[in-house]
């Protein structure tokens, strides 16, 4: 029979938790499929009306072309381990603090700024390595405009320079070569221009858009080549940025410090962050206490791509999680339960997953079960040493009776099953024992008050006396091993038991 099951569900009880009713109803359903019923659910469509608000409630649509203004850009260093990427982000950080401008000793907040000699801005990732740039990704933050991979000319293009390659491009950010250690002596500059092109990436010089500059990190030369060739391919993207409304960032640092408790760096992508705002990321949040810059003064206002550490936080946000400014603090509580109770639902999908390997464990051993209690049930036919299933009681008619033993379980099981389909309108037959294993003294002697002719399939006698045996008692044993030749067999020592017909 196929049942049809229909299940209503009402979630107004559980308007501010709806996947419950959901996994409620996906265990049932589960549980109704394997059993074998068909069944239909019906829920309300509340559910995923009241998802969608508050999801969208935190994202705003894309800025209007006409609010934007001009940003400058973010860039990430990248390239294969010892090629110098630490070495350039510290004396890129240098030449800020010999322009004389900030002066002060240098904090490490996850980012920073290089000020131009035209009062354009550049703030560095100040994380090298791909391993941040893909944490990032994976948390599909796009905060990195220019990725600067930093080759060393004496090394060549190695493993990670090739996987920093594949990143940026996947990423579809704009490559721009640093190809450093050229104080060396075993600086080899064409070489490793070689090396690049033949990973794709078409140089200027080869009429390409990918810009080399060679650059000695240790000793600082080539840097200011470095900086203005950022700037002009920050030119041709066109960086702009709505400074106004509600902050839309991207953290990228986290810490806990022993005076000023949780921090965060981030880099704001839309409005201006303020003193006193209110913010969520992930399902932390903060009223922005005070703001510091990477010189670690602090500040009353963060427009986009200014990297800013945040004071503030109730809990530590995570690198890459999104940072979205709500109007309240009531707003943000709303936004953060939601988010928290979509991480209970990521949980209750790992909960309903065992639920379903138990049910199918469960019917499994179900299974196993069934069969063995099959199989008992002929052991207990075996024992007793009678099989009522396949005697066929004709009450007029004559009566064959037989014995079968086989060589293993299966061939005998093969043979009972013939046998249970085997039918007969005028002869009775009667199986009045059968097992594995040859043939023994006991068969014969429980043959020969039933005048039963004992079957051999693939198995012959314990000892030769049962053959002897077997001949005094005037008890037939029949040796096969082809089932359709025992069958025949079989079915002419039936008819033998008939009355001829004319
Ligand atoms: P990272 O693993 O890419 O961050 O590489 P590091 O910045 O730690 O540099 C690895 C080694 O290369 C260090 O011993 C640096 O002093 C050295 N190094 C970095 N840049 C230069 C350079 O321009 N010239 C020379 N000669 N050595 C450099």
Redesign the pocket.
């Known amino acids: 029979h196929i049942f049809e099951v229909m299940i209503y569900v009402d979630n107004s009880a559980d308007y501010d938790q709806p996947w419950k009713c959901i996994d409620n109803i996906k265990v049932i359903q589960e549980i109704v499929k394997k059993s074998g019923m068909r069944c239909t659910i019906t829920a309300e469509p509340t559910i995923e009306t009241h998802n969608k608000e508050i999801k969208d409630a935190v994202r705003r649509p894309p800025a209007k072309a006409s609010d934007c203004v001009p940003r400058h850009p973010v860039v990430t260093i990248m390239?294969?381990?010892?090629?110098?990427?630490?070495?350039?982000l510290?004396s890129l950080r240098h030449t800020r603090v010999v322009d004389g401008e900030f002066g002060g000793i240098t904090q490490h907040i996850g980012a920073f700024e290089v000020c131009l000699d035209n009062g354009e801005m550049i703030t560095f990732l100040d994380t090298?390595?791909h391993a941040a740039f893909t944490a990032m990704r994976s948390r599909g933050a796009h905060v990195t405009d220019i990725v600067v991979l930093?080759v060393?000319a004496d090394d060549g293009v190695m493993e990670q320079t090739r996987e920093s390659i594949r990143l940026a491009n996947e990423a579809k950010v704009p490559i721009i070569v640093a190809i450093?250690?050229?104080?060396?002596r075993e600086a080899d500059i064409a070489r490793t221009k070689n090396m690049l092109m033949a990973q794709g990436l078409v140089l200027e010089e080869a009429g390409g858009d990918v810009q080399t500059v060679a650059?000695?990190?240790?000793?600082g030369t080539g840097l200011q080549e470095l900086i203005e060739t950022i700037n002009t391919q920050a030119t041709l993207l066109d960086l702009k940025a709505d400074p106004k409304g509600l902050v839309e960032a991207t953290v990228i640092e986290s810490r806990t410090d022993p005076f000023r408790g949780k921090l965060s760096t981030a880099i704001i992508q839309r409005g201006t962050l303020r003193k006193g705002s209110i913010v969520v990321a992930g399902t932390a949040w903060a009223k922005v206490r005070s703001m510091f810059d990477d010189q670690g003064k602090p500040i009353q206002q963060a427009p986009p791509s200014t990297p800013v550490e945040i004071v503030g936080w109730k809990d530590l946000p995570s690198a890459g999680d999104e940072i979205f400014e709500v109007e309240t603090e009531r707003r943000a509580h709303e936004v953060i339960s939601f988010r928290q109770s979509l991480k209970s639902k990521e949980k209750l999908d790992d909960d309903l997953v065992v639920i379903q390997q138990k049910v199918e464990e469960h019917l499994k051993d179900y299974k196993v079960k069934l069969g063995e209690k099959q199989r008992m049930g002929r052991m207990r036919y075996k024992i007793r040493g009678i099989r009522p299933r396949a005697t066929k009681e004709i009450s007029a008619g004559p009566k064959l009776s037989i014995i079968i033993k086989g060589d293993v379980d299966g061939s005998v099981e093969a043979l009972l099953d013939v046998l249970d389909s085997y039918q007969s309108e005028k002869c009775t037959l009667d199986l009045i024992h059968y097992g594995v294993g040859p043939i023994t003294e006991s068969d014969i002697k429980l043959a020969e008050p039933f005048n039963a002719i004992v079957y051999a399939f693939n198995t012959g006698v314990a000892q030769p006396n049962v053959r002897q045996l077997a001949k005094s008692h005037k008890v037939q044993i029949k040796d096969y091993n082809i089932i359709y030749r025992l069958f025949d067999d079989l079915r002419s020592e039936m008819e033998k038991l008939l009355p001829p017909t004319e």
């Not at 390239?79 to 350039?88: P, Q, S």
């Not at 450093?180 to 060396?184: A, E, G, I, L, M």
């Not at 650059?215 to 000793?219: I, N, R």
Request: hydrophobic share 30%; proline share 4%; net charge positive.
């Open positions: 390239g294969h381990v010892d090629h110098g990427k630490t070495t350039l510290d090298p390595g930093v060393a450093n250690k050229v104080d060396k650059v000695s990190a240790l000793k």
